[in-house]
């Protein structure tokens, strides 16, 4: 059974950093396309960054550029997203996401994306 997993959420202070893994089960992730998706209350559900399978080419979204970074660990089957300066706008659900690809650039859409984890929490807040 295909199975995303994510954790390393928590609470920390403004400027301080967190760093998500999202675990798969149940499939190689190498040939899945992953992506980190954020739900803050009230907002809509928003692409973070994805990797993409094959050549790990990246995505970020404008907010999050410069601060966070996607990375991915084959032998672990394992997506992480390195967060630092974080924000209070930062404060939302984090979800990670797959959907099968090979060598084809993520997408920070989530209306592509078959497979979903159960989300983490994360807040940033003095």
């Known amino acids: 059974q295909l199975q995303l997993v994510e954790s390393g959420g928590g609470l920390v202070q403004p400027g301080g950093s967190l760093r998500l893994s999202c675990a798969a089960s149940g499939f190689t992730s190498d040939y899945y396309n992953i992506g980190w998706f954020r739900q803050a209350p009230g907002k809509e559900r928003e692409g973070v960054s994805c990797i993409s399978s094959g050549d790990d080419r990246t995505n970020y979204a404008d907010p999050v550029k410069g601060r966070f970074t996607i990375s991915r660990d084959n032998a672990k089957n394992t997506v992480y997203l390195q967060m630092n300066s974080l924000k209070p706008e930062d404060t939302a659900v984090y979800y990670c996401?797959?959907?099968?690809?090979?060598?084809?650039?993520?997408?920070?859409?989530?209306?592509?994306?078959?497979?979903w984890g159960q989300g983490t929490q994360v807040t940033v807040s003095s």
């Open positions: 996401a797959a959907y099968p690809s090979w060598f084809r650039l993520c997408q920070l859409s989530h209306s592509g994306y078959n497979y």
